[in-house]
T-cell receptor
């Protein structure tokens, strides 16, 4: 597609439930990133996928968080047993490795845990 | 990636130039300076990047000091739509790997 697509745009869930957030990157972009942004704060790195390499998971805050990228394209971020502190906007970005121009971000998924 | 320091907030009059500073005193030779902005409720948007030469595109100009320890993003004629949080980051040239976004500078353009 023309841009990075994220779904859903908004998600309200009850504490303790699992949620899945989806990211559809720009076609041909080999690198995909997930960031989290709490209200009024900056972007917090979560995980990075690059081609067929093992992902950089160094930013995942706990083992309740996991992500996968199937076929080198679509990625799903899963949060298990959600907590209120998980409430944030989850942003996905993609880029074509080896070229400049910065990341292209999606519009994000606003997650609210009640 | 090198750490950056930016002022928390700045104001600018509409139609005037907005000059946003960034310090990156620990930048290494192969690290580029990137600027993004985030308008309320949207994902960040890439603006410009550079290594050591000044750069200009349709959105902005980037001035990097000779020692590369600081840079300035210039919006030549700020409009109300330029009100946003501006992030300065440094990263290596392959555009691979994570980037560390700080808290950025909140620019408010006033009429």
């Amino acid at each position: 597609g023309a841009g990075v697509s994220q779904s859903p745009s908004n998600k309200v869930t009850e504490k303790g439930k699992d949620v899945e957030l989806r990211c559809d990157p720009i076609s041909g972009h080999t690198a995909l990133y997930w960031y989290r942004q709490r209200l009024g704060q900056g972007l917090e790195f979560l995980i990075y996928f690059q081609g067929n390499s093992a992902p950089d998971k160094s930013g995942l805050p706990s083992d309740r968080f996991s992500a996968e990228r199937t076929g080198g394209s679509v990625s799903t971020l899963t949060i298990q047993r959600t907590q209120q502190e998980d409430s944030a906007v989850y942003l996905c970005a993609s880029t074509r490795t080896g070229q400049f121009g910065g990341y292209t971000f999606g519009s994000g998924t606003r997650l609210t845990v009640v | 990636d090198a750490k950056t320091t930016q002022p928390t907030s700045m104001d600018c009059a509409e139609g005037r130039a907005a000059n946003l500073p960034c310090n990156h005193s620990t930048i290494s030779g192969n690290e580029y300076v990137y600027w993004y902005r985030q308008i309320h409720s949207q994902g960040p948007q890439y603006i410009i990047h550079g290594l050591k030469n000044n750069e200009t595109n349709e959105m902005a100009s980037l001035i990097i000091t000779e020692d590369r320890k600081s840079s300035t993003l210039i919006l030549p004629h700020a409009t109300l739509r330029d009100t946003a949080v501006y992030y300065c980051i440094v990263k290596f040239d392959t555009n691979a790997g994570k980037s560390t976004f700080g808290d950025g500078t909140t620019l408010t353009v006033k009429p």
